[in-house]
């Protein structure tokens, strides 16, 4: 096959730091191409470069053969670029026709706008991502799924050649994503060819013909997907083998070691009803001291408004939460935290931190009275506990003082952790902890997770994914705001069969 997209030697900088240097990538037309590499590997910056919104310092992209410098992202989408960015750039409130026709609205006259024209071309751009949809509607009335494929119908419509996909799994449920890559594999069959970037091994290997590494702004490996595993991504990814790692286990189908001891003391909390209207319903369990519990589900059963529960972050309609047999009533998660409960939430950007002050500010975020007298903050107590916490958890920062914002989401995920534990919290809620977070950075969340539980602490992990789920001492399955099955972390296969089969 002949190259679609051919990159010599980009390189990119940023006040001083070097995000790319002289990488080289070429990827073959109507081929779904993998790019991969942790947070802060240059993934993002190479794919602003090939869609126009960013400005190469040196180096050559060749586009179908043709040398192309783009000074803008109409640019590239003008040359058949097109990118899908785990935020869709759809306008909710107008219906799909006219989403896919934005900006190039058919016109009957001029100023008419020519519904009949617009609406058949809708059906027949929807109709190449095998999707029947009543294009009148607006499109935030459809699913995650259904909105990614009038994303895609946009891209076709406006003949893209190349699409460039940043994580668009991260909020589909699990039919969704084979469903997802049905559509892929059927764009890619058009001769359309695909820059795909995930965090996930599995669907690297289901859905890609070639995976790229980048790390530390090089390229460093290329592999084959039919002539190489998962492992030998990593290995490229982290520069080391991860052999005997929790990550390596699950990525080679292994039964999925313990986040936990497996020995469970009194119990802390006891659930009993515990409903939200209809997210949450009726859901009842204990949990031990020094265990750590999954929560899991297809996205959107009910784990997350739980976790939220538990932590003080959403209101229940009906239902107890007892701690240490005591009733309790969270108003709000500041009546959790002063009991000692402490959550890492799915979205961190949104709910975890305030993104422009610094570490140590965050950190201590949870525990101001302990750094204050008389309403003046201890700025070197403060700066004390933040450097210990950053060197204990091995996060990646110039300083304590450095915006949240700044950092990779494996490190602000840390960060958040650090907060729980300068306030010596003995329940951590976990919501998808390694959400959007490179295989090395899990590798050390699992590690912190498991060093918090052996050091006495209790755990809830609530999860989409199952390799996560499987490592917990015991699991709850979650479908449609309920509680359906409950397994002990034994009684698990290593490909995760029986909790899949609950996830209906």
């Known amino acids: 096959m002949p190259d679609e997209l051919r990159l010599t030697g980009i390189t990119k900088g940023y006040l001083g730091v070097q995000a790319l240097k002289g990488v080289d990538l070429t990827v ?14 240059g993934k993002s910056t190479l794919i602003k470069i090939i869609s126009g919104a960013e ?48 900006g190039q609205l058919p016109r009957r006259g001029r100023t ?14 929807l109709d190449r991502v095998g999707f029947d949809l009543d294009v009148r509607r607006p499109v935030g009335s459809f699913s995650v799924a259904e909105q990614q494929a009038v994303e895609l119908a946009k891209a076709l419509h406006k003949d893209a050649r190349l699409l460039l996909l940043d994580e668009p799994t991260s909020t589909l449920p699990l039919p969704d994503v084979e469903r997802l890559f049905t559509v892929l594999r059927s764009v890619a069959e058009q001769g359309v060819t695909l820059l795909y970037i995930s965090h996930r091994m599995d669907e690297l290997y289901s859905l890609c013909h070639e995976v790229t590494v980048l790390r530390d702004g090089r390229k460093t490996a290329e592999f084959d997907t039919t002539t190489s595993t998962p492992s030998d991504v990593v290995t490229a990814m982290v520069g080391k083998s991860l052999q005997g790692s929790i990550a390596d286990a699950a990525l080679r189908g292994e039964r999925s070691p313990r986040l936990g001891s497996g020995k469970t003391g009194d119990v802390l909390m006891a659930v009993s009803d515990l409903s939200e209207d209809e997210r949450v319903e009726g859901v009842s369990f204990e949990l031990r001291k020094g265990e750590v519990l999954g929560i899991s589900g297809l996205i959107g059963s009910g784990q997350s408004e739980l976790a939220g529960l538990l932590a003080g972050a959403r209101r229940k309609s009906r239902g107890t939460i007892k701690l240490d047999d005591k009733a309790m009533v969270f108003k709000n998660p500041r009546d959790a935290i002063r009991r000692g409960i402490g959550l890492l939430p799915q979205d961190r950007k949104a709910e975890g931190f305030v993104p422009d002050m610094g570490v140590a500010g965050n950190i201590t975020l949870a525990s101001l009275p302990m750094f204050s007298r008389f309403s003046v903050i201890d700025s ?38 650090a907060r729980w534990l300068a306030r010596s919290s003995r329940l951590l809620i976990c919501d998808e902890p ?34 996560e789920a499987m490592m917990c001492d015991r699991v709850l399955v979650m479908a449609r705001g309920r509680v359906v099955a409950e397994f002990e972390h034994d009684d698990i296969d290593p490909q995760g069969h029986a909790l899949i089969s609950e996830f209906a």
């Open 55 to 102: 400005t190469p310092d040196g180096g050559t992209m060749h586009l179908g053969g043709e040398l192309k410098r783009f000074r803008e992202p109409i640019d590239a989408q003008n040359a058949g670029i097109h990118t899908i960015y785990q935020e869709l750039s759809l306008v909710p409130s107008l219906s799909v026709a006219e989403n896919i026709f934005l």
């Open 434 to 467: 390694t959400r959007g977070v490179d295989v090395g950075a899990k590798e050390d969340m699992y590690e912190l997770i498991r060093d918090f539980a052996r050091a006495g602490g209790t755990v809830i992990i609530s999860s989409s994914e199952i390799t």
């Open 380 to 417: 070197r107590a403060e700066k004390r506990v933040a450097t210990q916490m950053v060197e204990r958890l091995g996060m990646k920062v110039s300083s304590v003082n450095q915006p949240m914002k700044t950092l990779s989401g494996g490190t602000q995920q840390k960060g958040i952790l």
């Open 28 to 41: 073959r037309r109507g081929t779904i191409h993998a790019l991969a590499g942790q947070n802060g590997a």
């Open 112 to 125: 008419a706008v020519d519904w009949s024209t617009m609406q058949s071309g809708a059906r027949a751009a």
